[in-house]
């Protein structure tokens, strides 16, 4: 006697079925298929965005317009990975924004006192990874809601960055100015920033590390459920303060990015980012109850937000705050998008 | 500190004639629990127990609903810490911490509820944490074909690649149990594997369970099915109220004396549901409900039923024949997309849960964990909540009369413990899920459906709800009873509607079906007639 299986997917292949059918209906069946369904729904918003901009703006159609998408975000694009690990557990981190700001301050000061590059930027990351590590610990330990304890977390390193200084510092560094005004050449008369290298081979890490090593999928195992990840004997609490720790690692590289950009120091830096960094990571197709999404997802809402920015700041008679009504639309639609398509069916 | 457990009761020197009859020496255990003691707040779940298992046997953990069976695993495996007592794994004293360690010192578990992730394919639920790797990455490809062979053992055809959470519960604990022999553990658990499983499933893991046993591998077993404790198990364990009754060798165990360890008292205090099911189907009188044609497109094909007020219509079927599909059609959970249903002869859509509960029809899932109980509720306030929803919240059911009705359903159903103040997760699986009944019954609902009702229920207070079902359809409720106990089907059901491949092939009464000519019309879908 054998158990047929009843999932929703149509058991009898009717024939005449066409391939697309077959290829949605996979999309629809699988776990990577239903997280690359919501990708590819991000992709085709970016897609439609920048045709749109492109229609509507003569110059918008640059390859180099496209490009200063990754220029201008390198930055958010890695706050966003260490986002999408610490979502993907069901948890949240609000803290990424001020850390971001405390390591352009502490970087910015140091610097400023003559101490090495190489030896700030290790400092600051190491700040960063320790807060994050921190932060999780509490969460895991003390059983604390991660909203609260990041939200600490938050206030900590935002009150930290004006012990240390409240105005602005500017970097003069020669490493520092040395990256940020240095590109790589592209064909085309185009370039991208090392940042953008950075960011994009952090992506790459992180999408090899989510999908390729146990570590990996145990983030997603505690999303999907976390006590039953627990009695499956994986190492859930481990797992969980490590995933804090890489946000928190991800956030200082991020601040680190985030002074390449802007080469200055201040405790006023990056507010609301963490926000920014949670949109980014929605708009890419993952889920805040955790267990289900792609870092490169989390890439294109990036991209996606970039591009919304774009297109306002090219009008110019556009006020930004259009800007933060157009994400918070984009949001909404999201977040239904993804009940209307993800949604589990049996 | 209590005594260590009698080597076994009754019959002699059983030890003496082990050894007499195998000529080599008994064994020692693979994993010895002795004055193992679990203290929860008001409750002592456990006082003292022992256990042993022995490589190269099946040991069966018995016991009443609530005995404390899956707090001794529990405490075996590193969940619960225990407040005394020892365990030793191979000779060496042990206290795991975490589930993990145990794994780790060769102990695989299957716990009472699935304990899998839903987001997850089947193959990576089946290799998670021991991920075949290659170069420091992860092998898919060996990964799916580990998966296939171990799904391949246990002659399920599944596919690897699909998300757990869109299967079947049954399903679902397949997957958990091929998680669990997946591995070259030396020990093991199965709590209740076989709660919701059919014939020809419990035969394939009965298979696989023999295979791991020659290979010397301990397996501890819970079940409440007697049959199979008796065809699989060569050691028991008796429990009753979180204390130590005995050890036995199966073989010397009568099935009577079992029940009465179990139990405490004599056997002949379990009532038998003595029902005379009606031969007399009305056909003229309007059905209360009526389905024609109905169906969905991939889970059940168009089919007709009637559903006759008084009466228990059974659905009886295979796993995955289409039985929880139909249900979920009649109560509005999954839309159907074809067909028509009416209600005392007239049309209804069921669109919503919400529009089946206004006709007056209750769905009990046999998703306990999932779609059943609030964990962090009370048990009053579980067995009320669908009652009150159906009152509407803004008119509360008086203080005094719920508690009347709680204490009521309760003691029919005899839950225990029987305090309505107890958070539901701390119950046993089976008491939770004769709580989530009671839930249901009490709505009074003019027609109930029931998914499973009795899993993982133990055969005294089965046998109570049994009556109990059969008297509220006496009373005029019509009930839908789906189980993949065959017996309980028959025993129970004025009307039987064979499921097969997603389709209903017959329609039989239940006053002639047998349990030989169920089974046929299941193999062979109705051929014949
Ligand atoms: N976490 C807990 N807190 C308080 N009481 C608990 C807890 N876990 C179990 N209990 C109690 O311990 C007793 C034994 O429960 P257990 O789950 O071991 O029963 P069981 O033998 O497995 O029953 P079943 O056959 O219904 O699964 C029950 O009375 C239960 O209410
Ligand atoms: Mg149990």
């Not at chain 1, 999408?84 to 700001?101: H, M, N, P, R």
């Not at chain 2, 975490?98 to 780790?104: C, L, Y």
């Not at chain 2, 099935?255 to 003229?284: F, K, N, Y």
Request: neutral net charge; proline residues 4%.
């Amino acid at each position: 006697m054998t158990v047929t299986d009843t999932a929703p997917a149509p058991a009898p292949q009717r024939p005449g079925r066409s391939a697309g059918r077959s290829a949605y209906a996979w999309l629809r069946r699988t776990d990577t298929g239903s997280s690359t369904f919501s990708v590819l729904v991000t992709a085709v918003l970016l897609v439609v965005l920048f045709g749109a901009g492109t229609v509507r703006y003569e110059n918008f159609g640059y390859p180099q317009v496209a490009l200063n998408l990754l220029v201008d975000n390198a930055h958010l694009i890695v706050l966003a990975v260490g986002m999408t690990f610490v979502i993907l557990t069901g948890g949240i981190d609000l803290s990424s924004g001020a850390v971001v700001a405390l390591s352009t301050v502490v970087a910015a000061s140091l610097l400023e006192k003559g101490w090495a590059a190489p030896l700030v930027i290790a400092l600051v990351l190491a700040i960063g990874t320790l807060l994050g590590w921190a932060m999780g610990a509490a969460v895991h330990h003390l059983q604390l809601q991660p909203f609260i304890v990041t939200l600490a977390g938050m206030f900590l390193a935002r009150g930290l960055c004006f012990v240390i200084s409240e105005p602005s510092i500017p970097i003069r560094d020669d490493l520092f100015t040395g990256l940020a005004q240095n590109v790589v050449e592209l064909p085309g008369n185009t370039y991208l920033t090392y940042a953008v290298v950075i960011a994009l081979v952090v992506v790459a890490v992180a999408a090899f590390v989510l999908h390729r090593t146990r570590f990996g999928r145990t983030v997603y195992a505690i999303g999907g459920n976390e006590q039953s990840a627990g009695l499956m004997g994986l190492a859930v609490g481990r797992t969980k303060v490590a995933v804090y720790a890489i946000s928190g690692f991800c956030s200082a590289l991020g601040g680190l990015l985030f002074s390449l950009y802007i080469l200055s120091g201040w405790s006023l830096h990056a507010i609301g980012m963490e926000l920014d960094a949670i949109a980014a990571v929605v708009i890419g197709g993952t889920l805040l109850t955790g267990g289900s999404g792609l870092v490169l997802g989390s890439l294109l809402g990036v991209l996606v937000l970039g591009t919304i920015q774009s297109l306002i700041s090219f009008d110019g008679g556009l006020s930004s705050w259009w800007t933060k009504i157009t994400i918070g639309l984009l949001l909404l639609v999201f977040v239904v998008v993804q009940r209307v398509t993800t949604r589990r069916r049996r | 500190m209590p005594a260590p457990p009698p080597a076994t009761t009754g019959g002699g020197a059983p030890l003496l004639l082990e050894t007499h009859a195998m000529s080599t020496p008994a064994p020692s255990p693979v994993v010895e629990m002795s004055g193992i003691t679990i203290e929860f707040p008001g409750v002592r779940a456990l006082d003292g127990v022992g256990l042993r298992l022995f490589p190269g046997e099946v040991h069966a953990l018995m016991g009443e609903n609530g005995a404390g069976k899956s707090t001794l695993i529990k405490a075996l495996t590193g969940v619960y810490r225990y407040d005394a007592g020892t365990v030793t794994v191979d000779g060496v004293p042990q206290r795991f911490g975490t589930p993990a360690e145990a794994q780790g010192a060769g102990i695989s578990t299957v716990y009472q509820e699935v304990n899998l992730c839903p987001n997850l394919t089947v193959t990576e639920n089946i290799v998670l944490g021991r991920e075949p790797r290659r170069r420091g990455s992860i092998d898919r490809r060996a990964s799916r074909e580990r998966a296939r062979r171990v799904l391949g053992e246990l002659h399920l055809d599944l596919d690897p690649g699909s998300v757990l959470g869109r299967h079947p519960i049954a399903v679902q604990q397949l997957v958990a149990i091929a998680r669990a022999v997946d591995t070259d553990a030396k020990v093991l658990v199965l709590d209740e594997p076989t709660s919701s499983l059919d014939a020809g499933e419990v035969a394939e893991l009965f298979r696989v369970v023999r295979a791991l046993r020659d290979r010397g591998v301990a397996v501890l077993f819970v079940s409440h099915f007697l049959d199979q404790v008796y065809e699989i198990s060569d050691r028991m364990t008796v429990l009753r109220n979180g204390r130590l009754v005995a050890e036995h060798r199966t073989a010397e165990l009568s099935r009577l004396q079992l029940v009465q360890e179990m139990i405490g008292r004599e056997l002949s205090t379990l009532e038998h549901l003595d029902r005379e099911p009606s031969a007399d189907t009305p056909t003229d009188a309007v059905p209360r409900l009526r389905a024609r044609r109905l169906g969905r497109t991939g889970a059940i094909a168009p089919t007709d039923l009637d559903v006759h007020a008084g009466r228990v219509t059974g659905l009886a079927g295979l796993l995955g024949s289409g039985r929880t599909e139909l249900t979920r059609l009649l109560f509005g959970a999954d839309r159907a997309t074809s067909g028509s249903l009416e209600v005392d002869g007239r049309p209804v859509r069921l669109r919503t849960p919400r529009a089946a509960i206004a006709e007056g029809i209750a769905f009990c899932s046999e998703d306990r964990k999932g779609e059943g109980v609030v964990g962090d509720l009370t048990v009053r306030d579980n067995v009320l909540l669908a009652l009150q929803a159906r009152r509407g919240w803004l008119r509360r059911i008086p203080r005094k009369q719920g508690d009347e009705l709680v204490a009521k359903y309760m003691q029919a159903l005899d839950v225990r413990p029987a305090d309505p103040d107890a958070l539901i997760r701390n119950l046993s699986g089976g008491n939770q899920q004769k709580v989530l009944l009671a839930r249901w019954l009490l709505t009074e609902p003019r027609l109930l459906l029931l998914d499973e009702p009795t899993r993982g229920i133990d055969i005294g207070a089965k046998a109570q709800i049994q009556a109990l079902v059969s008297q509220l359809a006496a009373e005029g409720m019509s009930v839908v009873f789906v189980s993949a106990e065959l017996e309980e089907v028959l025993r129970i059901s004025d009307r039987i509607t064979v499921l097969r491949d997603h389709r209903a092939v017959a329609d039989v009464p239940g006053s002639t079906a047998t349990l030989d000519s169920v089974v046929d019309l299941i193999a062979s879908g109705g051929d014949r007639a």
